[in-house]
């Protein structure tokens, strides 16, 4: 995850140009440079994902946070905020920005592009850069958008279906809020005519996100004090097999401001080693065992969580194959009322991945229940239908 162009933001250090008011002019050296790492990730297996621009410059608006203060331009007509491209329109130096991000680094395999962190352009400024990244993209990339947790409904429901060419979304949330959040927008996107890409982009806390390992530089492994405590168990639960339960394309972590190694001078990702270790195992999981997840989607209604909360998880491809998560381990009735013939019960161990732990034979047509290995733990229930 980076900011090509983030004049004026948080880090205040990184454009394409060559020099930070410049919008015109491009510096082919640096932008070569870039083309080297981009084409290493690749070659390492990594997505690329393109913040196209940071919410202090998104558009000619001031704010504080999430809050608009001043919309309108200065009596000389210069724009309140001189870094946003074309105050937010899709003009000359968007337009130029586009083109030269997308003819230099298209050609890569695996990539998104953001409309921008946290964005707040208005609907019809994000309409037009959408587009402008569809009719100019040629390999035809996933095209996203991210924004503040409590403007995604006010956001993104006009862009669902024919309302943009967006093709997902970048959420930003509670890391326990991920499985509910991400569901909202599969299933709205689909109920649109046109589902998108749901992945979770950004946890909170801000202050915290995803905590180092324990015992990195000294720190204790639990994030926050008291009922709002939380640690990288609970980010593999509720935010990793969150969004992945819910359908959601995964998840990228952020690290919080205040920890060591924070989402602005992070330079060693082994500070989070173990929980990408945990993402290493899920991904494992879905393609050793072969599971068919683009045949499936999000049925926690089997299970009887009706809330869609972080009680059960169950993401299913009705009478063929059922996952259900189970984030502290104990007992689960599985619905298959619906499912006839014999079916394979086993276990995955999401903490530490390896061979499914076989359990029972069960028959359809009625509920099953499902009692993991052990207590307090998580654990993942692989329910597959027998072929005679």
Request: proline content about 5%; aromatic content about 12%.
């Amino acid at each position: 995850s980076f900011i090509p162009y983030n004049a004026g933001g948080d880090g205040d250090d990184v454009w394409p140009f060559v020099e930070r008011k410049d919008k015109l002019h491009y510096d082919c050296s640096k932008l070569d440079q870039w083309g080297i790492v981009f084409s290493y990730a690749q070659k390492q297996g990594l997505y690329l994902h393109f913040k196209l621009q940071e919410t202090e410059n998104d558009d000619e608006r001031k704010r504080k946070g999430a809050n608009i203060v001043d919309i309108t331009r200065k009596a000389d007509g210069r724009f309140p905020v001189p870094e946003a491209l074309d105050g937010g329109a899709l003009g000359p130096e968007r337009r130029l920005y586009l083109r030269e991000l997308i003819a230099r680094f298209g050609q890569n395999l695996a990539l998104n592009w953001n409309l921008g962190e946290e964005n707040t352009q208005t609907s019809e400024e994000q309409r037009a850069m959408a587009q402008y990244i569809s009719d100019t993209d040629p390999y035809i990339h996933n095209i996203v958008i991210h924004t503040y947790p409590n403007m995604q409904d006010r956001v993104y429901p006009p862009l669902l279906g024919n309302g943009s060419a967006l093709t997902g979304a970048s959420l930003q949330n509670m890391y326990n809020e991920t499985h509910a959040k991400t569901l909202q927008w599969v299933k709205a996107s689909d109920r649109a005519g046109k589902p998108w890409v749901v992945a979770n982009d950004e946890q909170g806390s801000a202050s915290f996100g995803v905590p180092p390992d324990p015992g990195y530089e000294g720190f204790s492994g639990t994030a926050g004090k008291g009922d709002d405590a939380y640690d990288l168990n609970d980010i593999r639960r509720y935010t990793l097999w969150g969004n992945l339960m819910a359908g959601g394309a995964g998840v990228e972590y952020y690290f919080g401001y205040k920890l060591p190694q924070n989402d602005i001078v992070a330079e060693d990702f082994r500070s989070r080693d173990k929980s990408w270790d945990y993402c290493r195992i899920a991904l494992d999981f879905f393609k050793e065992k072969k599971i068919p997840f683009w045949e499936m989607e999000n049925e926690d209604e089997l299970v009887g969580n009706y809330a869609h909360d972080n009680s059960l998880y169950c993401f299913a491809s009705k009478s063929e194959v059922y996952l259900v998560y189970l984030p502290h381990g104990g007992k689960a009735t599985l619905d298959m009322t619906l499912a006839a013939g014999e079916f394979s019960v086993s276990w995955f161990n999401p903490r530490e991945g390896g061979a499914l732990l076989p359990d029972k034979i069960v028959d359809g047509g009625q509920p099953v229940l499902l009692n993991a290995p052990s207590k307090n733990d998580d654990w993942l229930a692989v329910v597959k239908r027998l072929r005679p």
